[in-house]
């Protein structure tokens, strides 16, 4: 699961701006006692350490570089599920199932997309996600504007590196003076064994060029019903190609054409129950969804 669909990404603009985000490439991890952490970035490894079970841990090699940051959920008898979540910042781990940033880092740009690298492996209905505030402070009111932000629920299943671009929602002409970052294996409702990798982010004035999995696009892209049992339907903003079920080993086990329309719906009755990555190849790219099968 490395390095594939790799570096379509334009270096120039990535290696300019990575100084704007801590440890952009995570490179640079600390040891703590028996376990190691990203330099600048808070996670849920202080909270379970002294179990021997880390949410947060660095992966190799990465995509440029030594390691990427790896997330992991993981549900633990004495604390109950814990998220893989991480922030460069600080996070209120009071409440380890869902910990919330409680502060971010300086950062005074107003760049269009939030940018990186990712693989992401979703374990039952789970569903991860990645947040960006960027705000400034009121010094009239005493309290925080925010300037820009996004919410973005990671796409189904990425079981190979793909780059990312997701855009920010500005709704005011200010700069900011600071930026809060949260990416997360897990919902609200976290699942054990989600699995985020990330590397290389980076702030940027342009999408880079992904190639696959733009997230605007992606995001367009509607599968019902889900979960379904008999037939599944899929419609997306560009004429379908063709679909493949994958299974979570990453063995595809079913495959349809596509009849150049934006719609296509085909049986699944004959597969066994469980979650399959459903992966789409249309005439803008190629994309992945998580599927349920259920009877």
């Not at 985020?196 to 696959?212: E, K, P, R, S």
């Not at 367009?220 to 903003?237: F, G, H, K």
Request: proline residues 6%; hydrophobic residues 40%; aromatic residues 10%.
């Amino acid at each position: 699961m490395k390095k594939q669909f790799l570096l379509l990404i334009s270096l120039s603009i990535v290696s300019c701006l990575y100084a704007q985000i801590p440890n952009a490439s995570f490179e640079i991890w600390d040891t703590i006692g028996n376990y190691t952490v990203p330099q600048g970035w808070d996670n849920m490894n202080p909270s379970t350490a002294n179990l021997s079970i880390y949410t947060c841990t660095a992966g190799t090699p990465g995509t440029i570089g030594a390691t990427f940051l790896k997330l992991t959920t993981h549900s633990i008898a004495s604390m109950g599920v814990v998220p893989g979540i991480a922030s460069p910042g600080v996070l209120n781990k009071y409440d380890v199932n869902h910990p919330l940033p409680q502060s971010g880092f300086p950062y005074a740009q107003r760049p269009n997309y939030f940018s990186g690298m990712w693989q992401y492996m979703a374990a039952g209905r789970d569903q991860g996600y990645v947040e960006v505030l960027l705000s400034k402070w009121d010094s009239v009111n005493h309290k925080r504007d925010t300037v820009a932000s996004l919410s973005e629920k990671l796409p189904g299943m990425v079981m190979l590196w793909q780059p990312f671009s997701i855009p920010l929602q500005y709704i005011s002409a200010a700069y900011p003076d600071s930026a809060i970052i949260v990416l997360s294996a897990s919902n609200l409702a976290p699942v054990s064994g989600s699995i985020l990798y990330v590397d290389q982010l980076a702030f940027t004035d342009t999408a880079m060029n992904t190639g696959i999995n733009d997230i605007s696009i992606a995001s367009q892209i509607e599968v019902y019903p889900n979960p379904a049992s008999t037939q599944l339907t899929v419609r997306t903003s560009s004429a379908i190609l063709s679909a493949q079920l994958y299974d979570l080993t990453g063995r595809m086990i079913y495959e349809v054409p596509g009849t150049d329309s934006d719609r296509l719906s085909f049986q699944i009755d004959a597969l066994s129950k469980g979650s399959y990555m459903l992966r789409l190849q249309t005439t803008t790219g190629s994309y992945s969804k998580m599927v349920m099968i259920e009877y």
